[in-house]
């Protein structure tokens, strides 16, 4: 594993090794590492990977950007059996350990360092599962699958939860989610985005600049 703190800023290709071998990732790093201590990492989930989905998504791709626009290292992953990623799609569950042992790897690097997830459609609920067991600081759920897997199942995250959610997501039924944070116990923040289906076409810099003026007063906290 390389040393992140000696990396010039931009993106570089890593890999992690999980249970089921080589994890392929990408980590971002922001301008000015070496000016202070990383304050906090993100680690972001990419969609369904039977359904193409892979560290490459743009909106994947536009959490990791923003994220290091905010001052933190990123991270970006295929999920196993995707791109370079070894092993074969396990429905959540061995995502999900996946994702432990990333967490656990940046744990070391970063000690005192925050660990941020964020995901999107199938990430998010991956994400959302481990979010407890590494003691996130922040959960970002951009278009929580509410209707194909059980949020209700989940253990509370105990971190602030942001969930970004299209009006007229032809994917995810904007209701279930809608009605699901209704109901939901947990203290979710909900930004809403009106004539915007599942993918964020032409959205994606106003979920940037949202994102950006959201986290930047958490951030300047930190």
């Known amino acids: 594993m390389m040393a992140w703190q000696d990396l010039n800023a931009g993106e570089h290709r890593t890999e992690f090794h999980g249970e089921a071998g080589v994890i392929e990732a990408i980590v971002h790093i922001p301008?000015?590492?070496?000016?202070?201590?990383?304050?906090?990492?993100?680690?972001?989930?990419?969609?369904h990977p039977l359904f193409e989905g892979s560290m490459t998504n743009k909106v994947v791709h536009t959490l990791a950007k923003v994220m290091t626009k905010l001052g933190m290292?990123?991270?970006?992953?295929?999920?196993?059996?995707v791109g370079?990623?070894?092993?074969?799609?396990?429905?959540?569950?061995?995502?999900?350990?996946?994702?432990v042992a990333i967490c656990e790897v940046i744990k070391q690097q970063f000690p005192a360092a925050q660990i941020w997830l964020s995901g999107f459609?199938?990430?998010?609920?991956?994400?959302?599962?481990?979010?407890?067991?590494?003691?996130?600081?922040?959960?970002?759920s951009v278009s929580p699958p509410v209707g194909h897997y059980d949020f209700n199942d989940i253990a509370a995250p105990g971190c602030p939860w942001l969930v970004l959610m299209g009006e007229v997501d032809e994917v995810v039924s904007p209701e279930a989610v809608f009605n699901w944070l209704a109901e939901s116990p947990e203290r979710c923040t909900v930004i809403r985005f009106p004539e915007t289906g599942h993918f964020y076409h032409g959205k994606?810099?106003?979920?940037?600049?949202?994102?950006?003026?959201?986290?930047?007063?958490?951030?300047?906290a930190l």
């Open 73 to 81: 290292i990123a991270v970006r992953f295929n999920f196993r059996g």
């Open 121 to 140: 459609s199938f990430g998010s609920y991956v994400s959302a599962k481990a979010a407890a067991e590494v003691g996130a600081a922040q959960l970002i």
């Open 204 to 220: 994606l810099v106003k979920m940037m600049d949202l994102l950006k003026s959201h986290f930047e007063p958490v951030v300047d």
């Open 31 to 47: 301008e000015n590492i070496n000016d202070g201590q990383i304050k906090a990492v993100a680690v972001c989930c990419h969609p």
């Open 84 to 99: 370079k990623s070894e092993g074969e799609h396990d429905h959540t569950r061995g995502e999900t350990r996946d994702l």
